[in-house]
């Protein structure tokens, strides 16, 4: 499993490198992070007038922004929220009334995501340096979490949950793309496939990720996977990982995959509480 300091090195890397080549973020085979996992993720529709370098510095596996209805007014927070391109797009969203918060610890995602910020003229977006395991808001201070592809990196996931359980009001929705692993894996292969899935990986079963949400406190959890990894995908990965492909293709069939994963915070007694303005959350 990758350290803090690993995976901020890594993304720091390829934040400079956006911001100073221009470059993609992930179509260098050496990140082990290209096509399928990071491509089509977004429509034109979706990413027309956004900063270059805020799509240019997409590393999900998934769209989280467009998992769950955001109404104007809500609260936004994004767990690892990279170059910004979900904050953005949530900050569309919610309007000028609501406010949508971006957490991350590397300070070069953070400077790039600032100038995506600034580029983009959003002044109901905040970006905030911190990790998810402890997420810098108070109790009961956001409407919704979305997180791409971000949460399978952290090595302690219960604490991240249950810091997401804090900081969402009651009622509020946890909407997250993830990587998932489905059933045993040779555990060879599946750092392999994991490492080539999630550039520097350690993703739950979803069994796991399950139990891991409900021990949290949500309720109504729901996956929906979104796009299957394939070994053949992987094949040139596996082969200089000297794993003989042929041979453990059928036990590993299906087994990686990239999901929505959707659960809530149980409303207060009553009802659940009103949005509250992005002003009083400090």
């Known amino acids: 499993m990758a350290t803090q300091t690993d995976i901020r090195n890594k993304y720091g890397a390829i934040a400079r490198n956006v911001l100073d080549t221009g470059a993609t973020a992930c179509c260098d085979p050496a990140m082990r992070c290209c096509d399928p996992i990071t491509k089509d993720l977004y429509g034109a529709l979706e990413t027309e007038g956004l900063p270059e370098k805020a799509v240019l510095a997409s590393l999900g596996c998934g769209n989280p922004s467009a998992l769950t209805e955001l ?59 911190g990790e998810i395991e402890n997420i810098p808001l108070p109790d009961s201070s956001v409407d919704v979490i979305i997180s791409n592809c971000v949460i399978n990196l952290s090595a302690d996931k219960s604490r991240v949950l249950k810091e997401a359980f804090r900081v969402l009001r009651p009622g509020g929705r946890f909407a997250v793309s993830d990587v998932l692993v489905r059933g045993e894996v040779p555990d060879a292969v599946r750092k392999s496939m994991l490492l080539w899935v999630g550039c520097i990986a350690g993703a739950l079963e979803e069994a796991d990720y399950r139990a891991k949400l409900k021990d949290a406190g949500f309720e109504n959890v729901d996956f929906e996977p979104t796009r299957m990894y394939e070994i053949e995908d992987a094949r040139v990965f596996l082969t200089e990982a000297g794993i003989a492909v042929d041979e453990i293709a059928p036990k590993v069939e299906g087994k990686f995959l990239s999901a929505f994963i959707r659960a809530t915070k149980p409303a207060a007694p009553g009802g659940r509480e009103p949005v509250a303005s992005a002003r009083n959350i400090v």
Do not use: W
């Open 71 to 129: 109404k104007a007014g809500e609260t936004v927070l994004d767990l690892g929220s990279g170059g910004g391109i979900d904050v953005l797009l949530s900050a569309k969203r919610v309007g000028s009334a609501g406010k949508a918060y971006g957490l991350d610890m590397t300070d070069d995602m953070l400077t790039l995501a600032r100038e995506n910020q600034r580029q983009a003229g959003a002044t109901n977006v905040e970006f905030l340096k």
